[in-house]
T-cell receptor, first 115, second 118 residues
Framework: GEDVEQSLFLSVREGDSSVINCTYTDSSSTYLYWYKQEPGAGLQLLTYIFSNMDMKQDQRLTVLLNKKDKHLSLRIADTQTGDSAIYFCAESASHGSGNTGKLIFGQGTTLQVKP | DTGVSQDPRHKITKRGQNVTFRCDPISEHNRLYWYRQTLGQGPEFLTYFQNEAQLEKSRLLSDRFSAERPKGSFSTLEIQRTEQGDSAMYLC????????????????FGPGTRLTVT
């Protein structure tokens, strides 16, 4: 079945790079996403990557995809205290002959940034 | 573009009562999704609409749950005879889908409705 797993917690110092890891099981997933959630708020779409790409860079964010190992990572350069939040990895689940866009989420990684 | 909005933001109800939540998607997004998020977990898919048609429902959506999107714009999620296990954050999301206006796979979330059943 479809499953997404993430480590639960990461602590870094301000200015360091953060790397959040994720593994997924559905090899037919077409899109893989990273969302950010701050306390009491909804989810903010940070970035996504197509399954036929290896890497995507967007300002301080770098996404790496290893499709063979079904491993996705999010690197945040020059991490700031405002980056403290929960980060969710998600895969777009396939359904029959089409892609419904339904997302399967991991349990989230809490990023703590220390001054 | 005002984003996805949800109402109410918080709801406290007594067990056994019915509750209804509303979601207004981003204008011209023809796909609308409902998810449920419990404390410490990622969101779990409940159901989705393309325009007014409800195309998929999760096994999580028991008979006490019903969702509608009557005119293909806003959607409502009703929970009948609430139970304490229904306490969660209910999230709505929308995506352009087949509207062709933007990448169909970009899914944007609202702020959520936090339900507490006492």
């Amino acid at each position: 079945g479809e499953d997404v797993e993430q480590s639960l917690f990461l602590s870094v110092r301000e200015g360091d790079s953060s790397v959040i890891n994720c593994t997924y099981t559905d090899s037919s997933s077409t899109y893989l996403y990273w969302y950010k959630q701050e306390p009491g708020a909804g989810l903010q779409l940070l970035t996504y990557i197509f399954s036929n790409m290896d890497m995507k860079q967007d300002q301080r964010l770098t996404v790496l995809l290893n499709k063979k190992d079904k491993h996705l990572s999010l690197r945040i350069a020059d991490t700031q205290t405002g980056d403290s939040a929960i980060y969710f990895c998600a895969e777009s689940a396939s359904h029959g002959s089409g892609n419904t866009g339904k997302l399967i989420f991991g349990q989230g990684t809490t990023l703590q940034v220390k001054p | 573009d005002t984003g996805v909005s949800q109402d109410p933001r918080h709801k406290i109800t007594k067990r056994g009562q019915n509750v209804t939540f509303r979601c207004d998607p981003i204008s011209e997004h023809n796909r609308l999704y409902w998810y449920r998020q419990t404390l410490g977990q990622g969101p779990e898919f409940l159901t989705y609409f393309q325009n007014e048609a409800q195309l998929e429902k999760s096994r999580l959506l028991s008979d006490r749950f019903s969702a509608e999107r009557p005119k293909g714009s806003f959607s409502t999620l009703e929970i009948q005879r609430t139970e304490q296990g229904d306490s969660a954050m209910y999230l709505c999301a929308s995506s352009p889908g087949t509207s062709g206006r933007a990448p169909w796979y970009e899914q944007y979330f609202g702020p959520g409705t936090r339900l507490t059943v006492t």
